[in-house]
């Protein structure tokens, strides 16, 4: 079972690892592409002001982010799953997880990056900018990405569970079979009914996956996924495609408790 996270725009400075080695990245299948958007970004930096307008930097945060961009090359890692910060990846909260669950990470967690493609929780990454609707120049990422990563994706076995935003799902789509699911994250309001969540659903998706990974041994179906979560008070189900009135099925999962934006 692979669970798929969304990256974030915020990153942290730094690290312990020696500078980016593309063919060490997991996925080699994906080396090319990345190259190919390494160059395309650092051609972009040589121009501040088109840097800026393409990634939609302000001009006190197109200091820093355009001196990483530049550094790419030189600056030193750290695992991904370790490299991105921000409401998600906060109640992820890596730092505070005991071996067993970090172990859990390395094997089941798949970060889809906008630069790199899909990579592994323990790739070693630089601190970057680049988004998945961000500008290159004659490069469209969602057509240069979208076939790339959904050919890795078919070549996993197992479940994958899906819980990228739909920006980046878009840059490599699930392939069509009835254990790779998207997740849609909800909250039950005091009026029973199930809405969807807007900046909570970052943070539901990193509590959920913490507690996953902390309970132990992910399970190898969706099926028991849906009962494990639940048994952890995730509740999580499968939601068929009629009723969801689409062409695939998808997995429905409910924050505890009654968030604010669901009163």
Known sequence: MRLLLPP????????????????????????????T?????ERLCAD???????????????????ARNRALRSSPTMPAIERYTGVLYDALAVEEWGADARARASAHIIVHSALFGLVAA??????????????????????????????????????????????????????????????RVVAI????????LNHFNKKG???????LLEAGPLPASVDDLCAAATALGWPL????????????????????????SAR
């Not at 730094?14 to 990345?34: D, I, K, N, V, W």
């Open 37 to 41: 958007v390494m160059g395309a970004l």
């Open 48 to 66: 501040d002001a088109a840097a800026a307008r393409a990634l939609t930097l302000s001009p006190k945060a197109a200091v820093a982010e355009l």
């Open 122 to 183: 323990d790739d070693a990454v630089p601190a970057y900018r680049l988004s998945h609707d961000s500008r290159l120049p004659d490069l469209r990422l969602r057509a240069h990405w979208a076939e790339a990563n959904a050919r890795v994706l078919e070549s996993l076995p197992g479940p994958l569970i899906d819980l990228r935003s739909e920006g980046y799902a878009a840059l490599g789509p699930l392939p069509r079979r009835p254990d790779a699911l998207f997740v």
């Open 8 to 35: 974030s725009e915020t990153k942290r400075d730094g690290g312990a690892g020696a500078p980016l080695e593309l063919t060490a990245l997991s996925f080699p299948a994906l080396t090319e592409a990345r190259r």
């Open 189 to 196: 309001g005091d009026d029973g009914v199930a809405r969807a």
């Open 205 to 211: 998706k990193g509590e959920f996956v913490r507690a």
């Open 237 to 260: 189900r499968r939601l068929p495609a009629p009723e969801l009135g689409g062409k695939r099925d998808e997995l429905e999962l409910v924050v505890p408790g009654t968030l604010p």
